[in-house]
């Protein structure tokens, strides 16, 4: 009997269908967007995700963090430093190897307990990814292959120098997706 392929690896990106394959670190619900700068989301609710296999754990860290015991903890839900953050000034430099060493094993902990979850999505989504390659603020799209096939062109950079071709690979955060009412 012939096995049918269901997965279509689309230059870098994983489509069945009308569908990619999306992967985030967090929940999967709808969550109210409260960045007032930087990171500033497209709507006032929906999820943040990356296509499979990209990810830039530097944009949901914060979601590993916030599981680790209060003592590591920089500041409260609401930006206040709590008080029980180490002065690392005032430490010993043994102190404060200490303190990294403890903070490290409770991280892998976390790590080990709070997966990233994969999910399939063909909806109407943002990206940074502009219909004509630009790569800007938010831009609208509404079809996962018209989106994988522009943005599989920002995968690589390829410069010539000194007669030689390099390939670079382009940042992640270009292919960041901010999902509506998820």
């Known amino acids: 009997m012939r096995q049918r392929r269901y997965n279509l690896k689309f230059d870098e990106f994983t489509i069945r269908g009308n569908k990619m394959l999306f992967w985030r670190l967090g929940n ?18 929906g999820i943040w995700c990356f296509p499979y296999p990209h990810y830039d754990y530097f944009f949901c860290f ?30 010993t430099d043994e102190e404060a190897q200490a303190y990294w060493e403890e903070y490290y094993i409770e991280l892998a902990k976390v790590k080990k307990r709070i997966k990233s979850t994969t999910f399939w999505y063909g909806g109407e989504f943002y990206s940074r990814i502009s ?33 030689k071709l390099y390939h670079f690979p382009y940042a992640k955060d270009h292919f960041e997706i901010f999902i509506p009412n998820y």
């Open 131 to 163: 219909q004509y390659g630009e790569i800007g603020d938010w831009f609208w799209w509404d079809s996962v292959r018209d989106w994988a096939k522009v943005a599989r062109k920002h995968i690589y950079t390829s410069e010539r120098w000194d007669g």
């Open 28 to 45: 999967m619900n709808s969550n109210k967007q409260t960045h007032k700068e930087g990171r500033v989301a497209p709507e006032g609710r």
């Open 62 to 91: 914060h979601q590993w963090e916030k599981h680790l015991p209060k003592k590591f903890l920089r500041e409260d839900k609401i930006g206040v430093k709590h008080s029980n953050y180490p002065d690392f000034d005032k430490m």
